[in-house]
């Protein structure tokens, strides 16, 4: 069980989840969420301002933010959708965010105790999966965020050596988020319960990795 936890967008549907799942076993929680605290991840000074008034340590770290559309449009089904603005807008939210956010993250980490952070991403942003083709904007911006928490995870490692920092695909879940889309989708309880299994296995030794919410390592 973890000692500590910090969830980061709360008000959502997994972030939410989360923190219902870990309060019942007992887990102390800090959330955040936009909605609830101001607590915007596109907003640099937001971000430092929130993560630098908390204290920790934290053993467990979620950041559960996250959107579909861009700029209010929803994802491309072709290049012709392309607009700068719907990309910008993706960016600052699903890679530049979590990028903010790893940034203040270290310092919040226990120096000499086992912690874990896993950054929601998602499979479409794997390159070497994509077969499907489309949804341009939120493809790259999650590949982009991607990107990110494995170099992160290089470098957080060399002072926190047993911290784990992980991309995490938490499936289709029946949120917000998916509801004009998927079939299929795995409920909130179910969604938050496969998440912290996960955490609750994982060491140092797999920080850098890319997981799903099976625990199976998803290709970059
Ligand atoms: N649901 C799925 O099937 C699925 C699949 C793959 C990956 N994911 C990823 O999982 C994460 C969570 O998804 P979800 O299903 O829980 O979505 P959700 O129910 O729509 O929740 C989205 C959360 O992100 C927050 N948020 C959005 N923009 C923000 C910003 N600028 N600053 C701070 N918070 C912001 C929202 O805050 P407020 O409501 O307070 O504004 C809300 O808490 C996302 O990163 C998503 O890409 C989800």
């Known amino acids: 069980m973890f000692k500590n936890a910090l969830i980061l967008g709360a008000s959502g549907g997994i972030g939410g989840a989360l923190v219902a799942a870990l309060t019942a076993q007992g887990t102390p929680v800090t959330a955040l969420a936009r909605s609830r605290d101001g607590f915007d991840v596109t907003d640099p000074a937001s971000v430092a301002g929130h993560l630098g008034a908390l204290k920790g340590p934290f053993d467990l770290i979620i950041l559960a933010t996250g959107k579909l559309d861009g700029a209010g449009l929803p994802p491309e089904k072709s290049l012709k959708a392309l607009s700068a603005e719907a990309m910008v807008d993706q960016f600052a939210t699903n890679a530049i965010g979590p990028a903010l956010v790893l940034r203040e993250l270290p ?5 000499d105790a086992p912690s874990t952070v896993a950054i929601l991403t998602a499979r479409v942003g794997s390159i070497s999966d994509n077969h499907l083709g489309g949804w341009y904007s939120y493809r790259a911006a999650k590949a982009a965020a991607n990107q990110v928490i494995r170099t992160a995870a290089i470098e ?55 997981y799903d919410w099976k625990g199976d390592q998803v290709p970059w």
Do not use: N, W
Not at 107 to 111: A, G, M, N, Q
């Open 107 to 111: 310092r919040l980490l226990p120096k």
């Open 156 to 210: 957080i490692a060399r002072s926190y050596k047993q911290a784990c920092l992980i991309a995490y695909h938490p499936g289709t879940v029946a949120s917000d988020f998916t509801k004009d889309y998927a079939r299929d989708k795995l409920p909130l309880e179910a969604a938050a319960a496969h998440c912290l299994c996960l955490m609750s296995r994982l060491s140092a030794a797999q920080t850098g990795r890319f």
